[in-house]
């Protein structure tokens, strides 16, 4: 699994050609998809209890995100324009604290430290689901258009190539870190666009620039569908209010 985890951040062409090959191909890839997700929604699960420990630890997380918001407004091209926002939450932010911590202790089913460790047990166990749904719909549309563009390689090829795409989302696990958690992301997202690229050239024998194709080809489709969607409806809009 190591090697594996390893191959696939490090773009191992020789161990993904062996992975092509392998009987084991899907199951070795969704392992490696298991693997990431139970150690990003530990990690995860673990921030969120440590933060929400006590409700006056909850109270205190909710006030420092809450604050961070409005300097981030205060500071931003529209701040002028949202003044009347901020001097609502000023005036009422100290009421909204005081009504959620008397709500975080009110009586529950369950005592809180059974109850959190539930909430992180929860979070543990839907982070892969949540890597693995991802995966199944980008792989469908890649293999779909590899295809189209001449690949020759099977769904499962696809799938357990695939799944390596998710190995620098490990990365996930420091989204706790205050304003290094978003660029993480962003590194692990481009990332894994890589490796799926260089994925889909394996797993269908193609050449660079048509794995390439075929990794955007249905997403930048999408999306264009999705703006002119957009633009239609707002022009119904507007000619409806004319």
């Known amino acids: ?46 921030s969120t209890l440590l933060n929400t420990a006590t409700p006056e630890r909850t109270v205190a997380t909710v006030r420092e995100f809450v604050e961070a918001q409005k300097r981030q407004i205060a500071l931003g091209p529209n701040a002028d324009q949202l003044q009347p926002l901020l001097r609502f939450v000023n005036e009422n932010e ?23 460790a539930f909430q992180w047990l929860a979070t543990t166990v839907s982070t892969p689901l949540s890597y693995l749904g991802g995966l199944l719909l980008t792989v469908v549309f890649t293999h779909i258009a590899a295809r189209q ?18 190995a620098p989302h490990a990365l996930d696990a420091l989204a706790f870190i205050p304003g290094l958690g978003s660029i993480l992301g962003l590194i692990a997202w481009a990332w894994g666009l890589v490796i799926l690229v260089i994925a889909t050239s394996v797993a269908h024998r ?16 999408l999306g264009l569908l999705g703006f002119l969607l957009f633009c239609g409806l707002l022009f119904l809009v507007v000619a409806a209010a004319g």
Do not use: C, H, K, W
Request: charged share 15%; no cysteine.
């Open 206 to 221: 193609l050449e660079s620039t048509r794995a390439i194709l075929a990794v955007l080809l249905y997403p930048v489709l």
């Open 149 to 166: 563009l001449g690949g020759q390689g099977n769904i499962q090829q696809m799938l357990g190539l695939g799944a390596l795409s998710v």
């Open 94 to 116: 100290e009421a909204f604290y005081t009504l959620l911590q008397d709500l975080l202790e009110l009586p529950t089913p369950l005592p809180r430290p059974f109850q959190q």
């Open 1 to 46: 699994m190591i090697e594996l985890f390893n191959g696939a951040l490090t773009l191992n062409q020789r161990l993904m050609l062996g992975l092509r090959e392998s009987p084991e191909v899907v199951r070795r890839g969704l392992t490696l998809v298991l693997f990431v997700g139970l150690l990003v929604g530990a990690v995860s699960g673990a």
